[in-house]
């Protein structure tokens, strides 16, 4: 931890405070100059939205197919490993996949064409964010579906028992029994989710490319053209900034857990 990443970072603390070519010190005119780059704004701002959709999206939907599946007792281990295969479908595949779907002379565009309506341009427009919602939602599902069945692993089935005998109806044991017990799995999860959020820039670069369409501009796609422009010195301030950002969310994951 100390060797590839501590260190690594602490040396990228210290390159945002020098200028790239020079090496003199900078002070702080690299961060100002990222705070006052628009690409920076407008990427941070899609970033932020894209966290604000995904996470709750991906809680909820894997946490009731993860109730759905652990009561399933039949064909749940199946159903399970199913939601499995998106993790290990190779990236250029699920490019593929997304071309095949969303290409102008895609799937949907010929659906669309076959009842009468016109082509949506899916990955040219603001629908380019749904999609990248959607595909990070439907790659993640699976492993945080197995996360939240090892949580209600650890429940005992004698709270429930005692509940329904007191006359608690199905809901009343979700609310009260399930949820305050998951809480601890909760945390984690969304950890987990939060950190996995940032990974669905390569399905978003090899579909769309450096500069797709501005609402799936996301900090990574920054990141990278300045890497290639060999922007170095704003780059490693950039990612300080992308670092604290992320601590800060996890922060309040975790206040708010502290707090439920």
Same mark, same amino acid.
């Given at each position: 931890?100390?060797?590839?990443?501590?260190?690594? *970072?602490?040396?990228?603390?210290?390159?945002?405070?020098f200028?790239?070519i020079?090496?003199?010190?900078a002070? *702080? =005119?690299?961060?100002? @100059?990222?705070?006052?780059?628009?690409?920076?704004?407008l990427?941070?701002g899609?970033?932020?939205?894209?966290?604000?959709?995904?996470?709750?999206?991906?809680?909820?939907?894997?946490?009731?197919?993860?109730?759905?599946?652990?009561?399933m007792k039949?064909?749940?281990?199946?159903?399970?490993?199913?939601f499995?295969?998106?993790m290990?479908?190779p990236?250029? =595949?699920?490019?593929?996949?997304?071309?095949?779907?969303?290409?102008?002379?895609?799937? +949907?565009?010929?659906?669309? *064409?076959?009842?009468?309506?016109?082509?949506?341009?899916?990955?040219g427009?603001?629908?380019?964010?749904?999609i990248?919602v959607?595909?990070?939602?439907?790659?993640?599902?699976?492993y945080?579906?197995?996360?939240?069945?090892?949580?209600?692993?650890?429940i =005992?089935?004698?709270?429930? #028992?005692? @509940?329904?005998?007191?006359?608690?109806? #199905?809901?009343?044991c979700?609310?009260?029994?399930?949820?305050?017990n +998951? &809480?601890?799995?909760?945390f984690?999860?969304?950890?987990?989710?939060?950190?996995?959020?940032?990974?669905? *820039?390569? #399905?978003?670069?090899?579909?769309?490319?450096?500069?797709?369409?501005?609402?799936m501009y996301l900090?990574?796609h920054?990141?990278?053209?300045?890497f290639?422009e060999?922007?170095?010195d704003?780059m490693?301030? @950039?990612? $300080? $900034?992308?670092?604290?950002?992320?601590?800060?969310?996890?922060?309040i &994951?975790?206040?708010?857990? #502290?707090?439920?």
């Open positions: 931890m100390g060797v590839f990443i501590l260190i690594p *970072f602490l040396d990228v603390v210290r390159r945002s405070f200028e790239n020079s090496g003199t010190f002070g *702080f =005119s690299n961060y100002q @100059a990222v705070f006052r780059n628009k690409a920076f704004i990427a941070a899609n970033t932020l939205r894209f966290v604000g959709y995904c996470i709750p999206l991906l809680l909820f939907f894997s946490l009731m197919a993860a109730i759905f599946l652990f009561r039949k064909f749940g281990r199946l159903i399970k490993s199913a499995l295969i998106p290990a479908i990236v250029a =595949s699920i490019v593929l996949l997304w071309r095949l779907l969303f290409d102008s002379h895609g799937i +949907l565009n010929g659906l669309l *064409f076959l009842l009468g309506w016109k082509s949506i341009h899916w990955m427009s603001s629908a380019a964010f749904g990248l959607l595909s990070y939602v439907w790659k993640n599902i699976g945080d579906i197995v996360l939240w069945i090892a949580g209600l692993s650890g =005992s089935d004698a709270i429930y #028992e005692a @509940a329904k005998v007191d006359g608690a109806g #199905e809901l009343s979700f609310i009260h029994i399930t949820l305050p +998951l &809480l601890p799995s909760l984690t999860i969304s950890v987990l989710s939060l950190l996995n959020s940032f990974k669905v *820039f390569r #399905e978003a670069y090899l579909v769309a490319g450096d500069y797709p369409d501005q609402s900090i990574q920054l990141l990278n053209n300045w290639r060999m922007d170095f704003k490693a301030a @950039a990612s $300080v $900034v992308n670092g604290i950002m992320i601590l800060i969310l996890v922060m &994951l975790k206040k708010t857990w #502290e707090g439920a």
